[in-house]
C-alpha cells in the first residue's frame, strides 16, 4: 500500500503561482511513476503531468504544457507540482496518483494508476 497525501491548494488570483505538494509514505516511494490529475465540478478527472521514477522524465496535458512543472524528491517521498501563470479554467481538485510503472508515462488514462491522494482545492479567481 501507498498513502498519498496532498497539500498546498488554496485561493489564487488570475496570473499568480501555487506549488502543491503530495507526501508519500508506505512502499518504497522510487518505485513509483507519479501522476497528477485534476476533476472539475461536473467534469471527468482529467490528467496533468506525470513524472518518471527518476525524475528523468516528465509528461504534460496540452493545457498546462509551458506553466506547470512537475519534480519529485525521491530522499523526502515527494512529488510537487509547480504551478505558474494560473487560469480561472485551472480551478479544480488536484490529485496525485501512484503507478507501479507498468506503463509509460505517456499513457494518461486514471486507470493506470493503483493509488491516490485525498485531493487538495485549487481556485483560481479572475
Known amino acids: 500500500q501507498v498513502q498519498l497525501v496532498e497539500s498546498g491548494g488554496g485561493l489564487v488570483q488570475a496570473g499568480d503561482s501555487l506549488r502543491i505538494s503530495c507526501a508519500a509514505s508506505g512502499r518504497t516511494f522510487s518505485n513509483y511513476v507519479m501522476g497528477w490529475f485534476r476533476q472539475a465540478p461536473g467534469k471527468e478527472r482529467e490528467f496533468v503531468s506525470a513524472?518518471?521514477?527518476?525524475?528523468?522524465?516528465?509528461y504534460y496535458a496540452d493545457s498546462v504544457k509551458g506553466r506547470f512543472t512537475i519534480s519529485r524528491d525521491n530522499a523526502k517521498n515527494t512529488v510537487y507540482l509547480q504551478m505558474n501563470n494560473l487560469k480561472p479554467e485551472d480551478t479544480a481538485v488536484y490529485y496525485c496518483?501512484?503507478?507501479?510503472?507498468?506503463?509509460?508515462?505517456?499513457?494518461?488514462?486514471?486507470?493506470?494508476?493503483?493509488?491516490w491522494g485525498q485531493g487538495t482545492q485549487v481556485t483560481v479567481s479572475s
Open positions: 513524472i518518471s521514477r527518476s525524475g528523468g522524465s516528465t
Open positions: 496518483a501512484a503507478d507501479p510503472d507498468r506503463y509509460s508515462i505517456r499513457e494518461v488514462s486514471p486507470t493506470k494508476y493503483d493509488y
